[in-house]
Protein backbone atom coordinates (compact mmCIF):
# COMPACT_ATOMS: atom_id res chain seq x y z
CA UNK A 1 0.00 0.00 0.00
CA UNK A 2 0.78 4.00 -0.93
CA UNK A 3 3.20 5.08 1.72
CA UNK A 4 0.91 7.06 3.67
CA UNK A 5 -2.13 4.87 4.13
CA UNK A 6 -2.34 3.70 7.58
CA UNK A 7 -2.76 -0.04 8.34
CA UNK A 8 -6.46 0.84 9.31
CA UNK A 9 -7.32 2.77 6.21
CA UNK A 10 -6.28 -0.27 4.38
CA UNK A 11 -8.41 -2.48 6.21
CA UNK A 12 -11.18 -0.49 5.33
CA UNK A 13 -10.42 -0.45 1.76
CA UNK A 14 -9.63 -4.63 1.18
CA UNK A 15 -13.08 -4.56 3.48
CA UNK A 16 -14.77 -2.43 0.79
CA UNK A 17 -13.29 -3.28 -2.49
CA UNK A 18 -11.81 -6.55 -2.19
CA UNK A 19 -8.64 -6.68 -4.61
CA UNK A 20 -7.75 -3.33 -6.28
CA UNK A 21 -4.47 -2.08 -8.02
CA UNK A 22 -3.47 1.66 -7.81
CA UNK A 23 -3.69 2.97 -11.25
CA UNK A 24 -2.46 6.71 -11.07
CA UNK A 25 -1.30 8.60 -7.75
CA UNK A 26 -3.47 11.64 -8.24
CA UNK A 27 -2.57 13.09 -4.69
CA UNK A 28 -1.83 17.44 -4.92
CA UNK A 29 2.03 18.48 -3.93
CA UNK A 30 2.09 20.28 -0.99
CA UNK A 31 -1.63 19.17 0.45
CA UNK A 32 -1.89 16.03 2.67
CA UNK A 33 -4.37 13.92 1.52
CA UNK A 34 -3.60 10.86 -0.22
CA UNK A 35 -5.86 9.94 -4.34
CA UNK A 36 -5.93 7.27 -5.94
CA UNK A 37 -7.25 6.50 -8.81
CA UNK A 38 -7.87 2.52 -8.19
CA UNK A 39 -9.49 -0.15 -10.00
CA UNK A 40 -10.88 -3.83 -8.35
CA UNK A 41 -10.75 -7.30 -9.48
CA UNK A 42 -13.95 -6.59 -11.15
CA UNK A 43 -12.85 -3.85 -13.46
CA UNK A 44 -14.58 -0.97 -11.37
CA UNK A 45 -13.00 2.21 -11.50
CA UNK A 46 -12.99 4.36 -7.99
CA UNK A 47 -11.03 7.51 -6.46
CA UNK A 48 -9.37 6.74 -2.65
CA UNK A 49 -8.68 10.02 -0.42
CA UNK A 50 -7.15 9.21 2.35
CA UNK A 51 -5.47 10.97 5.32
CA UNK A 52 -4.42 11.29 8.53
CA UNK A 53 -4.46 15.02 9.72
CA UNK A 54 -7.04 16.90 7.00
CA UNK A 55 -10.04 17.75 7.97
CA UNK A 56 -11.32 18.17 3.92
CA UNK A 57 -12.12 14.36 4.52
CA UNK A 58 -14.35 15.15 7.01
CA UNK A 59 -15.80 18.30 4.55
CA UNK A 60 -16.37 16.19 1.60
CA UNK A 61 -17.97 13.01 3.47
CA UNK A 62 -20.50 15.68 4.80
CA UNK A 63 -20.95 17.06 1.41
CA UNK A 64 -22.25 13.75 -0.05
CA UNK A 65 -24.01 12.90 2.80
CA UNK A 66 -26.29 16.68 2.21
CA UNK A 67 -26.81 14.48 -1.30
CA UNK A 68 -26.22 15.81 -4.95
CA UNK A 69 -29.88 15.18 -6.44
CA UNK A 70 -30.03 14.66 -9.95
CA UNK A 71 -26.40 14.94 -10.43
CA UNK A 72 -25.11 11.02 -10.68
CA UNK A 73 -22.57 11.34 -13.46
CA UNK A 74 -21.96 14.89 -13.11
CA UNK A 75 -20.44 14.66 -9.59
CA UNK A 76 -18.20 11.78 -7.91
CA UNK A 77 -20.62 9.38 -6.10
CA UNK A 78 -20.01 8.19 -2.61
CA UNK A 79 -19.39 4.41 -2.37
CA UNK A 80 -17.22 4.35 1.55
CA UNK A 81 -16.71 6.46 3.86
CA UNK A 82 -15.13 7.19 7.36
CA UNK A 83 -15.15 9.87 9.16
CA UNK A 84 -12.90 8.26 12.05
CA UNK A 85 -10.64 6.53 9.92
CA UNK A 86 -10.49 9.76 7.66
CA UNK A 87 -10.46 8.13 4.14
CA UNK A 88 -13.56 7.94 2.03
CA UNK A 89 -14.30 6.02 -1.79
CA UNK A 90 -16.11 7.49 -4.54
CA UNK A 91 -16.66 6.02 -8.06
CA UNK A 92 -14.30 6.92 -10.56
CA UNK A 93 -15.83 10.14 -13.20
CA UNK A 94 -14.14 9.47 -16.55
CA UNK A 95 -12.68 12.95 -18.14
CA UNK A 96 -9.95 15.02 -18.48
CA UNK A 97 -9.09 18.19 -16.50
CA UNK A 98 -10.24 21.25 -17.36
CA UNK A 99 -7.33 23.37 -16.17
CA UNK A 100 -4.85 23.52 -19.14
CA UNK A 101 -6.65 22.52 -21.92
CA UNK A 102 -8.67 24.44 -24.66
CA UNK A 103 -12.03 24.28 -22.66
CA UNK A 104 -10.52 26.30 -20.23
CA UNK A 105 -10.69 29.31 -22.20
CA UNK A 106 -14.38 28.19 -23.95
CA UNK A 107 -17.50 30.00 -22.94
CA UNK A 108 -19.50 27.03 -23.39
CA UNK A 109 -17.50 25.63 -19.87
CA UNK A 110 -17.91 28.16 -17.80
CA UNK A 111 -21.79 28.36 -18.71
CA UNK A 112 -21.99 24.49 -17.94
CA UNK A 113 -20.06 24.66 -14.30
CA UNK A 114 -22.63 27.98 -13.89
CA UNK A 115 -25.54 25.84 -14.58
CA UNK A 116 -23.75 23.06 -12.23
CA UNK A 117 -22.87 25.29 -8.99
CA UNK A 118 -26.53 26.60 -9.19
CA UNK A 119 -27.82 23.29 -8.75
CA UNK A 120 -25.24 22.50 -6.11
CA UNK A 121 -25.93 25.40 -4.07
CA UNK A 122 -28.70 23.82 -1.52
CA UNK A 123 -30.12 26.90 0.51
CA UNK A 124 -28.51 25.78 4.21
CA UNK A 125 -30.60 28.75 6.29
CA UNK A 126 -29.11 32.06 7.52
CA UNK A 127 -26.58 32.74 9.94
CA UNK A 128 -26.36 35.57 12.13
CA UNK A 129 -22.68 34.95 12.99
CA UNK A 130 -20.89 33.60 9.65
CA UNK A 131 -19.63 37.47 8.85
CA UNK A 132 -18.58 38.03 11.97
CA UNK A 133 -16.35 34.82 12.21
CA UNK A 134 -15.15 35.32 8.59
CA UNK A 135 -13.86 38.56 9.70
CA UNK A 136 -12.53 37.57 12.61
CA UNK A 137 -10.46 35.26 10.36
CA UNK A 138 -9.72 38.11 8.12
CA UNK A 139 -8.21 39.52 10.79
CA UNK A 140 -6.13 36.62 12.12
CA UNK A 141 -4.56 36.38 8.46
CA UNK A 142 -3.96 40.10 8.82
CA UNK A 143 -1.97 39.28 11.69
CA UNK A 144 0.46 36.41 9.92
CA UNK A 145 0.96 39.07 7.03
CA UNK A 146 3.12 41.50 8.20
CA UNK A 147 6.05 41.03 6.87
CA UNK A 148 4.45 39.42 3.76
CA UNK A 149 2.50 42.62 2.85
CA UNK A 150 3.39 46.23 2.57
CA UNK A 151 1.93 47.55 6.08
CA UNK A 152 0.32 49.98 4.13
CA UNK A 153 -1.87 47.50 2.68
CA UNK A 154 -2.70 46.12 5.79
CA UNK A 155 -4.07 49.20 6.88
CA UNK A 156 -6.27 49.86 4.39
CA UNK A 157 -7.40 45.80 4.66
CA UNK A 158 -8.01 47.13 8.55
CA UNK A 159 -10.44 50.20 7.49
CA UNK A 160 -11.92 48.29 4.86
CA UNK A 161 -12.81 45.73 7.45
CA UNK A 162 -14.17 48.40 9.86
CA UNK A 163 -16.50 49.73 7.32
CA UNK A 164 -18.25 46.70 5.99
CA UNK A 165 -22.08 45.54 7.58
CA UNK A 166 -22.41 42.95 5.61
CA UNK A 167 -25.59 41.79 8.08
CA UNK A 168 -27.02 38.37 7.87
CA UNK A 169 -25.73 35.87 5.79
CA UNK A 170 -27.84 33.34 3.60
CA UNK A 171 -26.06 30.17 3.78
CA UNK A 172 -25.67 27.13 1.17
CA UNK A 173 -23.48 23.84 0.15
CA UNK A 174 -20.43 25.97 -1.15
CA UNK A 175 -17.99 23.95 -3.72
CA UNK A 176 -15.43 25.52 -1.80
CA UNK A 177 -13.02 25.57 -4.58
CA UNK A 178 -14.79 26.14 -8.17
CA UNK A 179 -12.28 26.42 -10.97
CA UNK A 180 -11.28 25.00 -13.69
CA UNK A 181 -8.91 22.33 -11.88
CA UNK A 182 -11.49 20.74 -10.02
CA UNK A 183 -13.98 20.51 -13.56
CA UNK A 184 -13.98 17.99 -15.85
CA UNK A 185 -14.68 17.80 -19.73
CA UNK A 186 -15.98 14.45 -20.77
CA UNK A 187 -17.17 14.82 -24.96
CA UNK A 188 -18.60 18.18 -24.33
CA UNK A 189 -19.81 17.61 -20.60
CA UNK A 190 -18.54 19.50 -17.48
CA UNK A 191 -18.41 17.94 -14.03
CA UNK A 192 -17.36 19.33 -10.85
CA UNK A 193 -14.98 17.14 -8.48
CA UNK A 194 -13.27 17.87 -5.25
CA UNK A 195 -15.75 18.95 -2.29
CA UNK A 196 -12.77 18.79 0.04
CA UNK A 197 -13.59 22.40 0.93
CA UNK A 198 -17.18 21.75 1.09
CA UNK A 199 -18.94 24.03 3.93
CA UNK A 200 -21.98 25.87 4.09
CA UNK A 201 -21.38 29.74 2.91
CA UNK A 202 -22.62 32.43 1.25
CA UNK A 203 -23.37 31.70 -2.69
CA UNK A 204 -20.73 34.36 -3.61
CA UNK A 205 -17.75 32.48 -1.88
CA UNK A 206 -17.81 30.56 -5.23
CA UNK A 207 -17.26 33.31 -7.29
CA UNK A 208 -14.19 34.81 -5.44
CA UNK A 209 -11.34 32.66 -7.17
CA UNK A 210 -12.58 32.72 -10.62
CA UNK A 211 -13.33 36.70 -10.29
CA UNK A 212 -9.60 36.79 -9.50
CA UNK A 213 -7.65 34.28 -12.35
CA UNK A 214 -10.02 33.23 -14.95
CA UNK A 215 -12.60 36.05 -15.50
CA UNK A 216 -9.78 38.82 -15.28
CA UNK A 217 -9.86 40.02 -18.53
CA UNK A 218 -11.87 37.65 -19.67
CA UNK A 219 -15.68 38.92 -19.83
CA UNK A 220 -16.96 36.59 -22.09
CA UNK A 221 -16.54 33.66 -19.63
CA UNK A 222 -17.66 35.75 -16.91
CA UNK A 223 -20.61 36.60 -18.78
CA UNK A 224 -21.04 32.70 -19.66
CA UNK A 225 -20.78 31.59 -16.32
CA UNK A 226 -23.53 33.95 -15.15
CA UNK A 227 -26.00 33.02 -17.72
CA UNK A 228 -25.47 29.09 -16.51
CA UNK A 229 -25.62 30.55 -12.88
CA UNK A 230 -28.89 32.72 -13.03
CA UNK A 231 -27.56 34.96 -10.52
CA UNK A 232 -25.44 38.44 -9.85
CA UNK A 233 -24.39 39.87 -6.98
CA UNK A 234 -26.60 41.78 -5.65
CA UNK A 235 -26.47 45.44 -3.98
CA UNK A 236 -27.42 44.15 -0.66
CA UNK A 237 -25.28 41.31 -0.78
CA UNK A 238 -22.05 43.92 -1.83
CA UNK A 239 -20.14 44.08 1.76
CA UNK A 240 -20.72 39.83 2.17
CA UNK A 241 -18.77 40.10 -1.32
CA UNK A 242 -16.24 42.78 -0.33
CA UNK A 243 -15.81 40.66 2.55
CA UNK A 244 -14.90 37.39 0.99
CA UNK A 245 -12.88 38.82 -1.21
CA UNK A 246 -10.60 40.36 1.51
CA UNK A 247 -10.93 37.03 3.67
CA UNK A 248 -9.46 35.01 0.04
CA UNK A 249 -6.95 37.20 -1.04
CA UNK A 250 -4.77 37.77 2.28
CA UNK A 251 -5.79 33.95 3.27
CA UNK A 252 -3.93 33.12 0.01
CA UNK A 253 -0.78 34.86 0.43
CA UNK A 254 -0.07 33.87 4.17
CA UNK A 255 -1.23 30.22 3.28
CA UNK A 256 0.66 29.70 0.07
CA UNK A 257 3.68 31.33 1.72
CA UNK A 258 3.71 28.63 5.01
CA UNK A 259 3.53 26.23 2.02
CA UNK A 260 6.27 27.54 -0.03
CA UNK A 261 4.34 28.06 -2.82
CA UNK A 262 5.78 31.22 -4.30
CA UNK A 263 3.66 30.48 -7.28
CA UNK A 264 0.16 30.73 -5.47
CA UNK A 265 1.57 33.56 -3.02
CA UNK A 266 2.29 35.92 -6.32
CA UNK A 267 -1.76 34.81 -7.03
CA UNK A 268 -2.39 35.74 -3.92
CA UNK A 269 -0.89 39.28 -4.01
CA UNK A 270 -2.43 39.78 -7.24
CA UNK A 271 -5.73 39.38 -5.22
CA UNK A 272 -4.59 41.52 -2.63
CA UNK A 273 -3.93 44.72 -4.80
CA UNK A 274 -6.91 44.06 -6.95
CA UNK A 275 -9.27 44.10 -4.38
CA UNK A 276 -7.66 47.20 -2.78
CA UNK A 277 -8.01 48.64 -5.83
CA UNK A 278 -11.99 48.26 -6.08
CA UNK A 279 -10.93 46.37 -10.02
Not at 7 to 29: A, H, I, M, N, Y
Not at 39 to 59: C, M, P, Q
Request: glycine letters at 8%; a negative charge.
Amino acid sequence: MRQGITEEQSRLLTSWLGEFSVVQDCSWPLHDTNVLHVVTSSGEGFIVKASTTSHHIRREIAAHAGGFEGLRGRVPALRHASVEARILVTEFLPGVLVEGTPAEDDPETYRQAGELLARIHRPAGDSCTYATALAAKTRAWMDRAHGLLPESQLESFEQELDALRPGVAQLVATHGDYQPRNWLQDNGQIKVIDFGRAEPRPWVHDLVRLSHQRFVGRPDLADAFHSGLDKMVAPAEADLWRLENLNQAIGTVVWANQVGDTAFEQTGRAMVERVLSGA
